[in-house]
């Protein structure tokens, strides 16, 4: 980081290399939570359902690459290990133990409510401090209601399938 942003982000950068490590631990978790999601994932609607979580599994890995490149430009240490990720986690991990599309749905749902509220905090907390962080946070937290709202439509359609009969 050249010298003038770092002056900008001051005495902050290491509160702000930690919340970015702890959503890169959600990130991680939920690439994987999604990614094996689709692999398992069982019942009706199981294409478009499938076909929602790869998508979302290769942005949640967009995203742990956007967040590693900034905690580097800060000059912190991105986690080096999986085993932190649990440590380190605000959302956790939604194992797909009951693989049914519906469970499936409502444990994504959960998670990607959780991942706006991080970074909801996140800008919040840079706005005034840290513009690029500020702006990175921002971008992540619109695909994150992206990601909600896909899932969300796909629950309704789920359920409205009932009504069909």
């Not at 469970?103 to 513009?131: F, H, M, W």
Request: aromatic share 8%; proline share 4%.
């Amino acid at each position: 980081m050249g010298t003038k942003a770092r002056e900008l982000v001051g005495e902050h950068a290491d509160r702000i290399v930690e919340f970015l490590n702890r959503a890169l631990a959600d990130e991680w978790l939920a690439y994987y939570q999604y990614w094996i999601g689709s692999k398992v994932v069982k019942g009706p609607m199981k294409s478009a359902v499938e076909a929602e979580l790869v998508q979302h599994a290769a942005d949640e890995l967009r995203h742990a690459d956007m967040l590693v490149m900034r905690i580097l430009e800060l000059g912190g240490t991105p986690i080096l290990t999986p085993k932190r990720w649990f440590e380190l986690t605000n959302c956790g991990y939604g194992e797909p133990e009951n693989p049914f599309v519906k469970r499936i749905l409502e444990q994504n749902i959960k998670g990607e409510r959780c991942a706006i509220d991080v970074y909801n905090q996140i800008t919040s907390y840079t706005r005034d401090i840290d513009p690029v962080t500020y702006n990175l946070a921002v971008q992540i937290m619109t695909d994150e209601m992206e990601h909600e709202e896909d899932l969300q439509s796909l629950l309704e359609d789920l359920e409205n399938m009932k009504f069909l009969k």
